[in-house]
């Protein structure tokens, strides 16, 4: 059980496009996914924190109208890039938490997004 | 400021070797513990999490944890070339919290 999945695994879009990105949870239902974004050889950042029929609570310096989030039932959350930039380009992945579990993270496949 | 340390490496071990991973962490309310595995390009993978001070093993992997020191260690025995890859601490203070991460240290198993 605890997987995780994400569409698109890879997406190429112009700048100033908008892009959507799904991250479902198959065969638990979770109360909490969260958002990270991987440059590079660098470590995990964390996004956004996405409760099920509640706003997302962002991490400092990730602007919220840029980043739109939609946890809208126990098994699916969204993450829309709008007016995407070549900055945004990165390696996107959510994770999903377990209802009524402990603290682990299971994480989805992530999202290789590049803006030309 | 919440933090997690992890040595970045790399940590070169020969194949069948035991390799040893440290972790601490500043938060003295910190009550899990999680070690993670990222190949290059591969999201993250749940290896072990322990909650009580002591060892638990998990096949070829023990996790140890010291809230005493505030330190958790991954230990892998039998090291395989497969076992290469970046492994990335994560510590949670209390319930329904979320993850604070480790950079990762990078572990390469030569055959």
């Known amino acids: 059980g605890a997987v995780v999945s994400q569409h698109p695994s890879r997406v190429i879009c112009k700048s100033g496009t908008s892009v959507k990105i799904e991250c479902r949870s198959l065969d638990f239902q979770a109360t909490t996914m969260f958002w990270y974004r991987q440059f590079p050889k660098q470590s995990l950042m964390l996004m956004a924190t996405?409760?099920?029929?509640?706003?997302?609570?962002?991490e400092q310096g990730v602007e919220k109208d840029k980043f739109l989030i939609n946890h809208a039932s126990l098994t699916l959350s969204t993450l829309t890039v709008t007016s995407a930039h070549p900055e945004d380009s990165s390696f996107y992945i959510c994770s999903a938490r377990r209802q009524a579990s402990g603290n682990e993270q299971f994480f989805g496949p992530g999202t290789r997004l590049t803006v030309l | 400021q919440k933090e997690v340390e992890q040595n970045s490496g790399p940590l070169s071990v020969p194949e069948g070797a035991i390799a040893s991973l440290n972790c601490t962490y500043s938060d003295r309310g910190s009550q899990s513990f999680f070690w993670y595995r990222q190949y290059s390009g591969k999201s993250p993978e749940l290896i072990m999490f322990?909650?009580s001070n002591g060892d638990k093993e998990d096949g070829r992997f023990t996790a140890q944890l010291n809230k005493a020191s505030q330190y958790v260690s991954l230990l892998i025995r039998d090291s395989q070339p497969s076992d290469s890859a970046t492994y990335l601490c994560a510590v949670a203070a209390g319930n329904n919290r979320k993850l604070i991460w480790g950079l990762g240290t990078s572990l390469a198993v030569n055959p």
């Open positions: 996405s409760n099920e029929g509640s706003k997302a609570t962002y």
């Open positions: 322990i909650y």
